[in-house]
């Protein structure tokens, strides 16, 4: 009797240490990650702080909505299909997700979404733990439209470049200062002067007007 009582003892011992720890995790997570438990049909049962302020609204509206009525409108209908697919077979699903915030604005998550369990073969909720990286996706936005902005732009000027080469009419590009830093084949034709021989000079050094 007594080993029965001595094992139940260590049995709860070492139970209440686990959940002790599980609650000092879950709290440390609680207080920087935007974390979000919802039901296996996807409707909202917990949302912490940060991400009730990510999203602007309040826990009241929250709780028992679907997730789906904070979708953005940026993923495609095979996005959600692969993630709830990996979720029911069970699997931890990882990705980037944007929302859509109360105001409008979207919001973008760096997700780990995980099943829980009521016992070893039914998902009883979902746990999703994000860090919100709305600032980094817009910077990302910023340089790919910049790029793509500078690619047109040297595209046009090759294009201009050509034009300029391919033309019968002598042409002279010069820097602030009056100092030639280009001409075209035409220019060479014209005034019997190549490239390397004006580069660095100003026109009215060996050019009659």
């Not at 920087?32 to 309040?58: D, M, Q, R």
């Not at 990882?94 to 099943?115: F, Y």
Request: net charge negative; glycine share 6%.
């Amino acid at each position: 009797m007594y080993k029965l009582e001595n094992f139940r003892s260590e049995a709860e011992k070492a139970l209440n240490e686990t959940l002790s720890e599980r609650n000092a995790l879950f709290r440390a997570l609680d207080t920087g990650s935007l974390i979000c438990i919802t039901i296996v049909e996807g409707i909202i049962e917990y949302v912490n702080g940060p991400f009730l302020e990510a999203v602007e609204y309040p826990k009241e509206y929250l709780i028992g909505k679907s997730y789906q009525g904070l979708n953005s409108g940026e993923h495609d209908e095979e996005f959600w299909s692969e993630m709830w697919k990996t979720l029911k077979q069970g699997k931890t699903w990882r990705g980037e997700i944007c929302n859509s915030a109360k105001s409008g604005q979207l919001v973008w998550m760096d997700m780990v979404m995980t099943p829980i369990y009521e016992d070893q073969a039914n998902i009883k909720q979902y746990l999703s733990i994000s860090n919100q990286i709305t600032r980094r996706k817009k910077l990302e936005a910023d340089i790919i439209l910049q790029y793509n902005q500078l690619e047109e732009k040297q595209k046009q000027l090759q294009l201009q470049e050509e034009i300029l080469k391919n033309t019968n009419s002598a042409v002279i590009i010069t820097d602030v200062n009056g100092s030639i830093t280009w001409v075209n084949k035409a220019f060479a034709n014209i005034t019997g002067y190549v490239k390397e021989e004006v580069v660095g000079r100003k026109p009215g050094e060996f050019l009659q007007f």
